[in-house]
């Protein structure tokens, strides 16, 4: 089933990005993620440095500012301190010229430093781009599980198997993939007493797709 494009960019609350942080977090890696914890970054002037000055009740984030907390939570899940996430996207800003470069760089992490690539060289973001040993890619983390367009920006997420999040479709929210089929809609027919196998015959969607979406509501449900 394909897809089609709404025209229109995803835009958070800091309250709903909290929730999608910690949920993808807590599939993964346990790591406490809170509306007070993301205004905190934003304040430090992490992901787009304009948003610091803005009250907390007018506070709205685009894909891209999601996607940087991301990149941000998940490096603080595998032991980063924030010190060093800091100082890598720092300099990458610097180097890149974006003003949110977690959103347009592949990074990864050997739950100490931050790294990037360069004309395939490994090198230290977190450590003003110092060319680091290539016997370090093989204890290396990708912290990105990303999709980038042709400009290098990142255009969708997939915070879990089956489930894409893409800032045009929807207004942003989680998705099947491959659809413009919110997981909450199919979690709500669910939860509503419909059977899975109905739901997927109704949708046109495998079970285990399904199944997924129920899962992912579920943890955003209690994140």
Same mark, same amino acid.
């Given at each position: 089933?394909?897809?089609?494009?709404?025209?229109?960019?995803?835009?958070?609350?800091?309250?709903?990005?909290?929730?999608?942080?910690?949920?993808?977090?807590?599939?993964?890696?346990?790591?406490?993620?809170?509306?007070?914890?993301?205004?905190?970054?934003?304040?430090?002037?992490?992901?787009?440095?304009?948003?610091?000055?803005?009250?907390?009740?007018? $506070? #709205?984030? %685009?894909?891209?500012?999601?996607?940087?907390?991301?990149?941000?939570?998940? =490096?603080? !899940? +595998?032991?980063? &301190?924030?010190?060093?996430?800091?100082?890598?996207?720092?300099?990458?800003?610097?180097?890149?010229?974006?003003?949110?470069?977690?959103?347009?760089? $592949? #990074?990864? %992490?050997?739950?100490?430093?931050?790294?990037?690539?360069?004309?395939?060289? =490994?090198? !230290? +973001?977190?450590? &003003?781009?110092?060319?680091?040993?290539?016997?370090?890619?093989?204890?290396?983390?990708?912290?990105?599980?990303?999709?980038?367009?042709?400009?290098?920006?990142?255009?969708?997420?997939?915070?879990?198997?089956?489930?894409?999040?893409?800032?045009?479709?929807?207004?942003?929210?989680?998705?099947?993939?491959?659809?413009?089929?919110?997981?909450?809609?199919?979690?709500?027919?669910?939860?509503?007493?419909?059977?899975?196998?109905?739901?997927?015959?109704?949708?046109?969607?495998?079970?285990?797709?399904?199944?997924?979406?129920?899962?992912?509501?579920?943890?955003?449900?209690?994140?």
């Amino acid at each position: 089933m394909e897809y089609t494009s709404s025209g229109f960019q995803g835009i958070y609350e800091v309250p709903e990005a909290a929730r999608y942080l910690k949920a993808s977090i807590r599939l993964t890696i346990p790591y406490v993620v809170t509306s007070a914890k993301l205004i905190y970054w934003l304040r430090r002037g992490l992901t787009l440095p304009d948003l610091a000055e803005i009250p907390g009740r007018q $506070l #709205l984030i %685009t894909f891209e500012d999601l996607i940087s907390m991301r990149i941000i939570a998940a =490096l603080r !899940a +595998a032991g980063v &301190s924030f010190r060093r996430i800091y100082r890598a996207e720092r300099w990458l800003r610097q180097v890149t010229g974006h003003s949110r470069p977690f959103a347009t760089e $592949l #990074l990864w %992490t050997e739950r100490s430093d931050v790294f990037t690539e360069s004309r395939t060289r =490994l090198i !230290a +973001a977190s450590r &003003s781009g110092q060319y680091a040993m290539e016997i370090l890619r093989e204890y290396l983390i990708p912290v990105h599980g990303l999709l980038f367009d042709d400009r290098g920006i990142a255009q969708s997420w997939e915070p879990c198997d089956y489930i894409l999040m893409h800032p045009q479709i929807q207004f942003g929210a989680s998705c099947i993939k491959g659809t413009s089929i919110p997981t909450k809609a199919i979690w709500g027919m669910v939860k509503g007493g419909d059977s899975i196998e109905l739901v997927a015959r109704s949708y046109k969607l495998e079970e285990d797709e399904i199944n997924a979406a129920i899962q992912w509501e579920d943890t955003l449900s209690t994140a």
